[in-house]
């Protein structure tokens, strides 16, 4: 079992900047995929994600804004946001896939105002 609890969501003004990190436990190891996606008035969708050798991809509304990046010896997947926009208002997941299976962390609000 992968444990993920996120962090670092609230509420700031449009161009603003927040970090998000997501802090993983229990069975890590062989975490293949790591994530984010958010979830604002619509579906779910993909913002960010890392694999286990560091090759990234981003949502293209975010590319250029947003980085993610992952610390293995720590645990940890951060995603920094600069120039938030009101669009990027959603609850953020983090997300990890290990082996067969894929797990979820309970999301984080982040708030983007005009």
């Known amino acids: 079992q992968v444990h993920l609890v996120e962090s670092g969501g609230g509420l700031v003004q449009a161009g603003g900047s927040l970090r998000l990190s997501c802090a993983a436990s229990g069975s890590t190891f062989g975490i293949s995929y790591t994530a984010w996606y958010r979830q604002g008035s619509g579906e779910r969708e993909l913002v960010a994600g890392i694999?286990?050798?560091?090759?990234?991809n981003y949502l293209d509304s975010v590319k250029g804004r947003f980085t993610i990046s992952r610390d293995n010896a720590k645990n940890t997947v951060s995603l920094q946001m600069n120039s938030l926009k009101p669009e990027d208002t959603a609850v953020y997941y983090c997300s990890a896939v290990r082996f067969l299976g894929s797990y979820w962390g309970q999301g984080t609000q982040v708030t983007v105002s005009s």
């Open positions: 694999t286990d050798r560091g090759t990234t």
